[in-house]
Every structure is written in C-alpha cells, then in structure tokens.
C-alpha cells in the first residue's frame, strides 16, 4: 500500500510547490515613496522620457508611463469595451512646457464571458508629447505625474501612483528610445476619411473604410472605436470586403449612451493599425433611459430602511484567535466522522491491528499526526497563497476542478483493487522501495495521514466554517496556526488510541479476520469513487462521468494483466496498455471539460431557484424572506442536508406558510460571486445555511442542519 500513498503525497507536494505569490497583497492605492517607477503586485510602473535633441522649443521631446503587467493580468485603452476604465495623467510641469494628448498603441480585445474589454497585457508604454515654448531657459526639466490604472484580472484593482523624473535641458536623453519606438510602432497610422463613413441603422452601424492600404483587401482586420458606449464589443458582427472599400456590420449596444457626429476607429491586422476619423450619416436610435426603480421596489427599499435593515454580514459575534483555534480544533475531531474520511480511517485500523508493540503503534500515531499537520498546513498555504495572487478560492477548492475529481476516483480505484487482491503493489515496485515499504511501516502512517488530509479537505465539519472564514482574514502565521488546529482535532483520536495501550488490547489478535476486513475495506474505496464520479458528472455533465468510468475500467485491466505471468503477460499487458492510452487520448478530454454553464442554468431546480449575486437583496427589499443552500455535489455534508432536513415534509410546509423564498448558490465549480457572498458571511467553504429576513441580519446555521433547529428559525420569521 506503499505505492498509492507515495502517489498521494507526490501529487500534493506538486500542487504545494507551485508558485502561488504567497507573499502578494493587493494595493488599492500604492504607498511607494515618490520617484521615477511605482511597483505594486500587479504592475511594474515607470516613467520615461525621450529626448534625443534635448530640452529646445522645435524639436521633440516625449514622455511616457510604461505598465509591465503581470502574467493574466491587463490594464485599459481610451475606450475600455465593456467594463474598466482608461488610465488617467495628471502632468505637473514647468512653465513653457505644456502635455499632449497620450498617443494610445493598439489595444487588443479581451473577451470576458459573453463581454469584451479593450486593453493591455504584457508591457505597454502610453507616450505623450510635450511642446517646449520658445524661451525656455532651465538647466533641467523636472516632470511630476500623479497617475491612476485600474489593473483587472477576473477581480479589478484601482491603483495610482506619484512620479518625478528630472531630465537635462542640454544634453541628450535617449536611454528608453527602443521603447519609444516600440510604442510608435504599435500606434495606429492616420489616414484621410475621404470616401469613408459609418451609417446608423436601427440596431447596428454600417461601417465603411475607403482609404486603407491596398495590401489589406481581402484580410480579416480586428476593430476598435474610440467612442465608448455606442456598440456591444462583445457581441458578434460581420466584415467584409467590397473592392477596395471594407465593411463591418457592428450591432449597437442596448444601453447606447453617445451619438456622436464623428467616430474615430481603429482597424488591425497584426502588429499594424490604422486610425480615421470617420464621419457618422443618419439619425441615431433614441438613446435607452436609464434604469429606474418600480414605485413598488422603490417603496419597498424605503420601508426596509426604516426597519433598520443590516447589511449582508455574518451575524455571529467576531471570533478571536483562541475561539478559532477550539472551534477548529472541535471542526477537526468531528471530521472524523465524516463519510469521505472513513475509507482511509479504515485503512488505518488495519494498519493499527498488525502492530505488535506499544512503541511502534506510538511511532505510527505520531506519523500519521504529522502527515496529518502539515498535509493541513501546506493546503492552507497554498490556499492563502493562491488567495493573495488573485484566485477567488475557499476551503475545498482543489474539489472545483474536474481533473482534480478524476485524479481521486483513479487513486481509490487502485487503493480499492489493492484492498480487494487484484494485486500487490510490491509485485511492482523495485526490490528496494519494496524493502523501504516493509521496514518503514512510519512512513506508511505519514503518507496515509498525507492521504487523509487529501480526502478530508472538503468537507466542513461543524465549528470549522465560522474557524476558516476568520483564519482567511488574519495574518498568514495566525491563520496557519487555525489549519493546523483542524489538523491536530483530526489526528488526535488516533494519535491517543496509539498512546493508550488498552486501545490494543481491546483490538481481536491478528488472524485471518484481517484479510477477511481488508477485502471488504475495498468497498468503501469503490463508493468513494461512485461518489467522485458523481461529483464530476456535476462538473462535466453525462460524458465526461461516462468517460472516466470507462478510464477505470481500462486502468482495472492494465493493472490485472500485469499481475499474469510468462507469454500471457507480455501479450495481454501490452494490448492493455495500448488500450488504455488509446482511451485516454479519445475521452481524456471529455473527463476535464466543464459543462456548459448555461446547461447547468436551464437545469430544473425544482422548488429553489439559482442564486446570482443581488437576488437576496432584491428579494428582501421586496418584503421577502430568503432561505440560501450554499452547496456543491463534491460536500458529502450538503448532499446528506438536502436528501434529509431539506427534504423534510414539516421544514417544507413550514417554508411554505412563511412564503420563503429558497435559493440555492451552486459551488461545485468555482464561481468568484459565490465565494464573496460567502466571504461576507465570514465562511470560506460550504456547506453554509442562511436566513434573510428583511430588516435583520442574517441568521447563519449550523453545517449539520436539523429538523428541528431549522423550523426553530423559521417560526422566528
């Protein structure tokens, strides 16, 4: 059993040794001291300058503000598309010295979900010319600017910065020339509008571009207007080429707030791009109004007011650190009882029973402790980690991504048809991990408290959650401490029974019961994997579930024919392999592809509808009150509450004489609007119960629901 332990604790020092950024913050605004650059954890900024002929009225003189970005993260054009906002100069200068306007490179179009915003990535420089007046006499030009990005990922972070630059009057400054150039380069060209023009339509415009190289007839171009808020830069449209006129079909935005008389676009093929300011025929569409509120909404929101409505926050006292360490101690010793925990208990009680002496059942305890420990301390590492780069994440993340699902169910698969006898993994193994194995039976109890942590991490037992939403929150020792504590709750049972010398006694002797025990141990295997596969048929629909049973099926044989002997295992084992990797290169990919999102939005929900971000408070302004299952398939624990509480005929007949409105915030795939709502509920992992009533805090329940406790705070309403 060595093996599938070794897997386990490879596979999560690999995820472990990743690099997170452990170490970054998000800045709102940057504290950096005054000077030429301003480095934040998302953008390197700095401020050049290009003076080839130094500071004279005539002749050229530019400076610039260079974002480097990190990877996956984008600042905004002039025109931002959909969302964001354009970086904002504010200049200090001398006088005779004015600024012109920023000479904006190419942006490229950055889809997000059915949207699109206009922007960069990578490292951009934003030049700007300065005129010198004729009479400027200073030794040295000092430039100020106060400067203002917003730097978007999936999340978007206002930043700003303070620079000086000092550059000699008489000399020549051409250290950044390159990139100056570069920046040229990436600008569009200007060409003349004659022949060109955009044409209104009811719910498009016609664009038409007369006067573009010759050498572009026929290519497909990308388009950027510098006009915002007239089309949907997301939405599809059409182009063409008639002769040497090109032709764009581009829909008008529902929410179309300009209607200007020119439109200056932007065409690109490539690293080259055009600019021309066109002009605009037709009569514009009325502009959408803006949204207003029903008198009924309206009145609603005045009445919840009066009541002294709170806002969405947790309603139980704040915790300090020795409250979190207990309930995460407490969280840890109930995830014992879990259901995904006690497959690998079972192993352990095996395991417990082939020990003979005192010392090393201890030994193993003690293993098993600190495989357990610090299992639960690089998981939260990685997940403060991953946290602070950005990733909207909670406790049971890893459980989020189809290939993470798929990689358990193979594991416990082959853990379940080593516990059943198919084979012996020292059969496989070399003569010296073989022997490794056997003589260390504490690295055996470390790698299976390794696995334990894997499988346990999910869940989230009671005490644990409101533990977890406050760690996330502290300083990162203070919050690995609370890891830990989950970790010790876990161990210590085992970690005493080994410590109690009666704990054995009370043990039957070793005999042939214990392979009997072992082979049925294989089953609990195999129902963790009916459930992975499950969870995964959430993630990936009917397919990919269809396609990691047969995944399974094939790894079976693989493993089965290894186990023959002479011709048979050369033939059989090569054909099996073949097999198998033929399998996975055909419905790999079916295993890791998620589901269509709007598949998942049309499916029934029966009595609950889905929760989206705003439908609570819309719901309780109205006079409602909200029920909110934060749930996901791979929680053992919500899927138990919904077949059992949830489905209690007294909790829906009282659900329904109270007229709550139920809604159900699905986080079986990872969903940042999810994980906010529960980060304002002081949770990071699910399952989370929630009450809204208009004019109240909300009531947090416990993770373990009750019949009886749920009907208690409805009766309150």
């Keep these: 059993m060595f093996f599938q332990r070794f897997l386990a604790a490879i596979s999560l020092i690999a995820a472990c040794a990743l690099p997170t950024g452990a170490t970054a913050q998000f800045s709102l605004k940057n504290q950096a001291s005054t000077g030429a650059s301003v480095v934040t954890d998302q953008v390197r900024a700095e401020l050049l300058a290009w003076a080839p002929d130094g500071v004279q ?25 959909d969302s964001g906002l354009p970086t904002q100069l504010e200049w200090t200068l001398p006088a005779g010295i004015t600024a012109g306007e920023i000479a904006w490179p190419t942006p490229k179009k950055i889809p997000i979900g059915n949207l699109a915003n206009y922007g960069y990535e990578g490292t951009v420089l934003l030049p700007v010319p300065l005129t010198v007046a004729p009479g400027f006499s200073a030794s040295q030009l000092e430039i100020k600017l106060k400067a203002a990005w917003l730097v978007c990922k999936k999340e978007c972070i206002p930043q700003e910065g303070d620079f000086v630059l000092t550059i000699p009057a008489r000399s020549s400054t051409g250290l950044s020339s390159s990139a100056f150039t570069a920046a040229f380069a990436a600008s569009p060209k200007a060409l003349e509008a004659a022949g060109s023009r955009i044409d209104v339509q009811a719910q498009a415009i016609k664009v038409s571009l007369a006067s573009l190289p010759a050498s572009l007839q026929g290519k497909t ?67 959408a109004a803006p949204a207003t509120m029903s008198p009924a909404l309206e ?32 969280g840890g010793l109930i995830l014992n ?67 993470v699902v798929a990689a358990l169910a193979a594991l416990f698969t082959l853990i379940g048809l080593n516990l059943a ?65 989950i970790g010790l709750g876990m161990a210590l049972p085992y970690l005493a029974a080994s410590a109690v010398p009666a704990v054995a006694r009370a043990l ?15 089953f609990p295997m195999f129902a963790t994997v009916a459930w992975l596969v499950w969870v995964l048929g959430q993630q990936s629909g009917i397919d990919g579930a269809g396609a990691l049973l047969a995944l ?37 990919q079916n295993v890791i592809r998620p589901l269509d999102s709007a598949a998942v939005a049309g499916a029934p929900l029966e009595r609950w509808q889905a929760w989206e971000p705003g439908r609570v408070e819309q719901l309780t302004a109205q006079g409602q009150s909200v029920f909110v299952d934060f749930t996901a398939a791979w929680c053992v624990t919500c899927q138990y509450n919904k077949k059992t509480t949830l489905s209690d005929i007294a909790v829906l007949a009282d659900i329904d004489a109270k007229k709550v409105v139920l809604l159900r915030a699905d986080w079986t795939r990872r969903d940042p609007a999810v994980t906010a709502a529960l980060a304002q509920l002081g949770r990071s992992g699910v399952p989370v119960y929630v009450i809204y009533k208009p004019g109240s805090a909300p009531v947090v ?15 309150k309403l």
Aim: include cysteine.
């Design 57 to 81: 009225a005539g002749q050229p003189l530019w400076v610039g503000l260079q974002l480097a970005h990190i990877p996956e993260w984008h600042t905004y054009w002039k025109n931002s598309g």
């Design 221 to 287: 171009l990308d388009f950027f207007p510098e006009t915002g808020g007239v089309i949907e830069p997301g939405a599809a449209w059409q182009q063409a080429w008639q002769g040497a006129v090109w032709t764009a079909q581009v829909p008008l935005s529902a929410q179309r707030s300009e209607s200007p008389k020119r439109m200056p676009v932007v065409v690109a093929s490539g690293d080259t791009a055009w600019r021309i300011d066109t002009p605009v025929q037709g009569a514009w569409p009325a502009v």
């Design 299 to 330: 009145a609603a929101l005045k009445a919840n007011a009066a009541l002294g409505a709170a806002p969405a926050v947790r309603s139980d006292a704040p915790l300090g650190l020795l409250a979190a360490l207990l309930g995460a101690l407490l």
């Design 337 to 403: 009882l879990m259901p995904c925990v006690f497959p690998v208990l079972a192993i352990k009680v095996v395991g417990f029973a082939q020990q003979h002496k005192q010392k090393a059942r201890l030994a193993g305890g003690l293993a098993y402790t600190a495989g357990v420990l610090l299992s639960f301390i690089a998981l939260g590492a990685l997940l403060l980690g991953l946290r602070a780069a950005g990733e909207q994440l909670g406790w049971g993340f890893q459980l989020q991504s189809p290939a």
């Design 421 to 485: 006898g198919l084979f012996e993994f020292g059969s496989f193994l070399p003569s010296r991990v073989a022997s490794f194995q056997a003589g260390n039976p504490t690295a055996n109890s470390f790698l299976t408290g390794v696995l334990a942590t894997a499988i346990a991490s999910p869940c989230t037992a009671p005490f644990m959650g409101a533990s977890l939403g406050f760690a996330l929150g502290l300083p990162a020792w203070q919050a690995l401490a609370v890891f830990a504590a």
């Design 508 to 522: 039957p002797r070793p005999g042939p019961w214990m392979d009997t025990f072992r082979r049925l141990m294989a």
């Design 552 to 588: 399974l099926v094939l790894m079976a044989l693989v493993l089965w024919s290894l186990t023959l002997r002479g011709r048979a295992r050369l033939v059989l084992a090569t054909f099996s392999i073949a097999l198998g990797a033929a399998g996975l290169w055909a419905m790999g």
């Design 701 to 715: 329940l416990s993770e373990i629901l009750s019949v009886d406790d749920v009907r208690a705070e409805l009766a």
